[in-house]
């Protein structure tokens, strides 16, 4: 089985950096998402990792430990619009090709 | 390009009725996946199409749910009766490859079961 654990909730003020963390336990791992997700919307798709390292896309970066199995989301210079629940999702490559969700952070931006 | 649509949006049912959720991915993504947040939990997969074949659908609560993708194009999940823990949140998502990259997800249909 799969086991995804991030933190339930973060507060930040505006103008600050929060990092995000996920740690996940699966077979087979194919890489793994972040989603952003606003109350009442879909989920988008912020990042992809497969490869360990860090990726970086505007003011939000995620990185990836395989050997740890620790994955991170970093967002810099926060804005109130970033205040939603934040997705980390693993892609197993055991059976069919399934991401499993974490139970989400949700991230408050306060001014 | 239209995104994935789901309908209907929220859907209030009482206990033994049935309902019957539609997404229409996006085309040409043969890829289609439903799954299920309750209140406070987890967005846990149900099931799997690539195009009109379940791939995988360990993921499906009980002989309740029955979905279909019938021509490879819309999907629909049925639930019939429906009890009151399947209230939550159905969010339909499609890609157009099943290894590798992103999934695009419908805003969700709500049902509550009263």
């Known amino acids: 089985g799969q086991n995804i654990d991030q933190p339930t909730e973060m507060t930040a003020t505006e103008g600050a950096i929060v990092q995000i963390n996920c740690t996940y336990q699966?077979?087979?791992?194919?890489?793994l998402f972040w989603y952003q997700q606003h109350a009442g919307e879909a989920p988008t798709f912020l990042s992809y990792?497969?490869?360990?390292g860090l990726e970086e896309k505007g003011r939000f970066s995620s990185f990836l430990s395989r050997s740890k199995g620790y994955s991170y989301l970093l967002l810099k210079e926060l804005q109130m619009k970033d205040s939603a629940s934040y997705l980390c999702?693993?892609?197993?490559?055991?059976?069919?090709?399934?991401?499993?969700f974490g139970r989400g952070t949700s991230l408050i931006v306060h001014p | 390009e239209a995104g994935v649509t789901q309908f209907p949006s929220h859907s209030v049912i009482e206990k033994g009725q049935t309902v019957t959720l539609r997404c229409d991915p996006i085309s040409g993504h043969d890829n289609l996946y439903w799954y299920r947040r309750v209140m406070g939990k987890e967005i846990k997969f149900l099931l799997h199409?690539?195009?009109?074949?379940?791939?995988?659908e360990s993921g499906m609560p009980n002989n309740r749910f029955l979905a279909e993708r019938t021509g490879g194009t819309y999907s629909t999940l049925k639930v019939q009766p429906a009890e009151l823990e399947d209230s939550g949140v159905y969010f339909c998502?499609?890609?157009?490859?099943?290894?590798?990259?992103?999934?695009?997800f419908g805003e969700g249909s709500r049902l509550t079961v009263l």
């Open positions: 199409f690539v195009k009109e074949s379940k791939q995988d």
């Open positions: 699966t077979s087979g791992f194919n890489g």
């Open positions: 998502a499609s890609s157009a490859t099943s290894s590798t990259g992103e999934l695009f």
């Open positions: 999702a693993v892609f197993s490559s055991g059976g069919s090709y399934i991401p499993t």
């Open positions: 990792n497969v490869l360990d």
